[in-house]
């Protein structure tokens, strides 16, 4: 995904994601991270895995449970992602994250990155 596009959040949070995006989402389901209160990744849940896989992947090597670093960057990806699942509009509910905040609530100007 490229580009802006403006998206809507509707009084129950609730983000409709424009059709071009929904088609990347063929079963529907949606896995968020938030990240830093400044934006949301979106994958499919087979991409979220190989996205956590490749931030472990350096000079050959991959994740390391012995390596206390990575347990806890591990631990901290898998614990903030959240998967959800479209609704028949196209929407997702973000009021299920944790990691809203009051200023995606209705009537607050911002922007956010998805």
Request: with cysteine; proline share 6%; charged share 35%.
């Amino acid at each position: 995904m490229y580009g802006t596009r403006r998206c809507v959040i509707d009084a129950k949070i609730r983000l409709t994601l424009p059709a071009d995006i929904r088609k990347d989402f063929p079963d529907k389901r949606v896995v968020l991270v938030p990240f830093k209160n400044e934006c949301l990744y979106g994958f499919t849940p087979e991409k979220f895995e190989e996205w956590v896989k490749s931030l472990f992947e350096t000079n050959g090597r991959s994740y390391d449970d012995r390596n206390p670093g990575q347990r806890k960057l591990m631990r901290g990806l898998r614990g903030s992602a959240v998967e959800l699942t479209l609704d028949s509009a196209g929407r997702l509910a973000l009021g299920k994250l944790d990691a809203v905040d009051e200023s995606l609530r209705p009537g607050k100007p911002t922007r956010r990155q998805l």
